[in-house]
């Protein structure tokens, strides 16, 4: 298990360190600076609006929350994925929604508009038609992370009769570890899909999240905001034997690329 936290700790330290980058002038705007700080972290300024709180909690919120990267069929009773999910995202770092929402370390040392993460993820098929999955994540030199759990249930699934697979999914996230804030994810989806050759899987989806975020910050005295965020999904599954390779975009508040391996037993 150490093992294990280690290669992960290592590979968010990687991207954490391509992300976020440092200059030899100041960005505009001015940074928040807070020298303690060895990576930039989630910490409200004096100078957070109630917009730009609204616009981080759907853009951070629907970022965060649990991402189907799967297709709409189910593993089967008590079958077991074990994958490694790494996620890209752009954000407008430049904008009150970020700038003020995070300290750094260095006045130079910039967010990086091109972020990104690795997830470990587990799916366990509880019945024919039902799966429980659970994800997590964490930034080791920073002050935020996820985890969130999901289910999964096949409506329809392809046969002789039947074309496609049809599935609808729930889920909940929660943000880790920030003090400033409080902040929660509940996300619905439908999605339907069709295998070829037992191997292949496209499938598509429809969804949306609801964003909760309640500030707890000394900095400043905001309202709690409560912001829905559809989203439309297209992805495609690949399986050998015991292994599955997936990737899948998601267009919502940030668009996401996702990639993803996995075990499958």
Request: hydrophobic letters at 45%; glycine letters at 8%; charged letters at 20%.
């Given at each position: 298990?150490r093992?294990?936290?280690?290669?992960?700790?290592?590979?968010w330290?990687?991207?954490a360190g391509a992300?976020?980058?440092?200059g030899s002038?100041?960005?505009?705007p001015?940074?928040?600076?807070?020298p303690?700080?060895e990576?930039?972290?989630?910490?409200?300024?004096p100078?957070?609006?109630q917009?730009a709180?609204?616009?981080?909690?759907?853009?951070f919120?629907s970022?965060g929350?649990?991402?189907?990267m799967?297709p709409?069929?189910?593993?089967?009773?008590w079958?077991?994925?074990i994958?490694?999910?790494?996620m890209?995202?752009?954000?407008?770092e430049?904008?009150d929604?970020?700038?003020?929402?995070?300290?750094h370390p260095?006045?130079?040392?910039?967010?990086?508009?091109?972020?990104?993460y690795?997830?470990l993820?587990l799916?366990v098929?509880?019945a024919?038609h039902?799966?429980v999955?659970?994800f997590f994540?964490m930034?080791?030199?920073?002050?935020?992370?996820w985890?969130?759990?999901d289910v999964?249930?096949?409506?329809l699934?392809?046969?002789?009769?039947l074309?496609?697979?049809?599935a609808?999914?729930?889920a909940y996230?929660?943000?880790l570890?920030v003090s400033?804030?409080?902040m929660h994810a509940l996300t619905?989806?439908?999605s339907?899909g069709?295998?070829f050759w037992?191997?292949?899987?496209p499938?598509?989806?429809?969804g949306?999240d609801?964003?909760?975020?309640?500030?707890?910050?000394?900095?400043?005295?905001l309202?709690?905001e409560?912001?829905p965020t559809?989203?439309a999904?297209?992805g495609?599954?690949?399986?050998?034997?015991h292994v599955a390779?997936?990737?899948e975009?998601?267009?919502g508040?940030?668009p996401?690329?996702q990639?993803?391996?996995?075990?499958v037993?």
């Amino acid at each position: 298990m150490r093992r294990i936290a280690g290669v992960f700790a290592a590979a968010w330290l990687s991207t954490a360190g391509a992300s976020a980058h440092g200059g030899s002038h100041a960005p505009d705007p001015a940074l928040h600076v807070d020298p303690s700080l060895e990576d930039c972290e989630v910490q409200f300024a004096p100078e957070l609006s109630q917009a730009a709180f609204r616009r981080f909690t759907r853009e951070f919120g629907s970022v965060g929350a649990f991402k189907q990267m799967a297709p709409p069929n189910t593993l089967g009773l008590w079958r077991v994925a074990i994958g490694l999910e790494y996620m890209r995202f752009r954000v407008d770092e430049h904008s009150d929604a970020w700038n003020d929402t995070f300290a750094h370390p260095e006045p130079t040392h910039e967010l990086g508009s091109e972020l990104g993460y690795p997830k470990l993820k587990l799916r366990v098929g509880v019945a024919d038609h039902t799966d429980v999955g659970l994800f997590f994540t964490m930034n080791p030199s920073s002050n935020y992370g996820w985890v969130g759990v999901d289910v999964k249930h096949a409506l329809l699934r392809q046969s002789d009769s039947l074309p496609v697979t049809l599935a609808v999914r729930g889920a909940y996230t929660k943000t880790l570890f920030v003090s400033d804030m409080d902040m929660h994810a509940l996300t619905a989806d439908v999605s339907m899909g069709r295998t070829f050759w037992k191997a292949l899987t496209p499938y598509v989806g429809v969804g949306g999240d609801l964003v909760l975020a309640r500030e707890t910050s000394p900095a400043v005295d905001l309202d709690t905001e409560l912001v829905p965020t559809p989203h439309a999904l297209v992805g495609l599954e690949a399986s050998l034997w015991h292994v599955a390779l997936g990737v899948e975009g998601q267009y919502g508040a940030i668009p996401t690329v996702q990639a993803q391996i996995s075990a499958v037993f």
